[in-house]
């Protein structure tokens, strides 16, 4: 299957290369070809447009960072839909809202062509070992063809439902991580301001019910003091107004979530939006200073 991908950043990269080594035919594009030396070694085929790379693909993946972005690539006189081919099919893999998804998906329908919404979680290691999580919104038939492109990038690849259903699989997702991160925060400040040691009580929690890979992933950052990112704390706000789409649509009341996201926009009011999420501990020493 020939495949474009457009979207080569801290983990579009590494899925552009696990595409590669799986045995696809990749046409790539950036607006700065240098960037993409490495692939281009590998045997990706450059291409000079978004609409080039449409041009050439059966299925068009982007990984981009957010809507503005996507949308700058997929119309326009270059963009990805002056180049599809009817019958190809195009996987969204950025997040973006579920109306957002659910308009591509029309306007590539009107060409003939199929979009699927498939956001990811796992991070950049997760990119790099072709271990994410995949959630696919969009028809059955496009999910089927398109599924050995998304099992060479990732390890759970589960179709949700129809357009958009993906980005409201990854909101609940990030709604998840945010107060997770949030919470062992709270916990590991908690055991440092009452005397024990945090690293104690998180090898302590380890294989009970609390644990967790945040725990044990940004529970370990947070004690270390390594906050160079693997998701940058700031894309949480774009996460935030996700959730805040849903649940002006279905009026469902998430006060925790809430607070959760409240933190994270704290910690980037501060100036650390580009720091790992984890870095959320930090603002407990903040609230330390200004009690001294």
Request: aromatic share 4%; charged share 20%.
């Amino acid at each position: 299957m020939r495949v474009g991908f457009i979207g080569t950043g801290i983990m579009g990269k590494p899925m552009a290369h696990n595409l590669l080594r799986a045995g696809f035919a990749v046409s790539v594009h950036n607006r700065s070809r240098s960037r993409l030396a490495d692939l281009i070694s590998e045997g990706a085929a450059w291409m000079d447009s978004p609409r080039a790379v449409a041009a050439a693909s059966e299925l068009i993946v982007t990984m981009l960072p957010g809507w503005a972005e996507f949308e700058a690539v997929l119309v326009g006189s270059d963009g990805l839909l002056a180049g599809i081919r009817p019958g190809a099919i195009h996987l969204s893999m950025e997040t973006v809202s579920p109306g957002q998804a659910r308009r591509a998906a029309v306007m590539l329908q009107e060409l003939g062509a199929h979009g699927l919404d498939a956001p990811v979680s796992g991070g950049e290691q997760g990119a790099i070992d072709a271990s994410l999580a995949i959630m696919v919104g969009g028809a059955q038939e496009a999910f089927d063809v398109a599924l050995p492109v998304l099992q060479a990038m990732g390890r759970n690849v589960i179709r949700i439902g129809p357009s958009g259903a993906g980005q409201i699989a990854k909101a609940c997702n990030q709604l998840i991580v945010a107060v997770t991160i949030e919470a062992v925060a709270e916990a590991l400040a908690l055991a440092r301001a009452a005397g024990v040691d945090p690293a104690n009580v998180r090898r302590a929690l380890a294989g009970g019910f609390a644990d967790s890979r945040i725990l044990q992933d940004h529970g370990r950052r947070m004690l270390d003091g390594d906050y160079l990112p693997g998701g940058q704390a700031k894309h949480h706000l774009k996460d935030r107004a996700v959730v805040e789409e849903i649940v002006a649509a279905t009026g469902i009341d998430l006060p925790v979530a809430e607070a959760a996201f409240a933190r994270i926009a704290t910690l980037v009011e501060r100036g650390r939006g580009e720091l790992d999420h984890s870095a959320l501990f930090t603002l407990f020493s903040d609230d330390a200073a200004r009690e001294l």
